[in-house]
């Protein structure tokens, strides 16, 4: 009944290391049960406010959406729980981080508070630690004196530093359009 994980065999996060990957899952675990606390607790502290209570409400369901996503096992007596945990794990990790992201940061801003600031903020620490994988790697220390000096001395380099000259004909490109549009127009 529970999903198969593509983590081991080249999905989106083969080159990721692994405290980043098994950290992802566990802030997700624990951000999604102590969001669901603290919503519980915006609710009651704030019961006159109607803001807050929205926010309360949002921040359940944010805490709820953590948990069935990074630990399917927890709910696998809610149907179609193993069908959306699949096909989620199959996408690329910045729809993850751009899916707490969007679910962490209303109940902030909805009712600014100790409890939305530590439900959400785990959520959203969440959504940085995704972030944070879909950067990938950091490159060695001589790639990057490289890029920064100008000069692709590194073999391989992917860049070759500010001086690349991507940018550097610019006003000529710009005359060749102005003849082509120029042409089409007469």
Known sequence: MLPASSQGSGGPNEDVPWYLRYGAKMLGCVGGGVSMFMAIWCIIGNILTPLCIVAGIWQMLAGFV????????????????????????????WQKAALYLILSVPPIILCFGIPTILGSGLVFGTAIIYGMQVMGKKGSREEMAAAASGVSSVQGSKSDGMKSGLTGNIYGQDVEAARVHSKVNI
Do not use: D, N, Q
């Open 66 to 93: 953590s948990i069935v996503i990074e630990a399917p096992f927890c709910c696998f007596c809610v149907p179609g729980v193993a069908g959306m945990t699949s096909k989620l794990e199959e996408r690329p990790l």
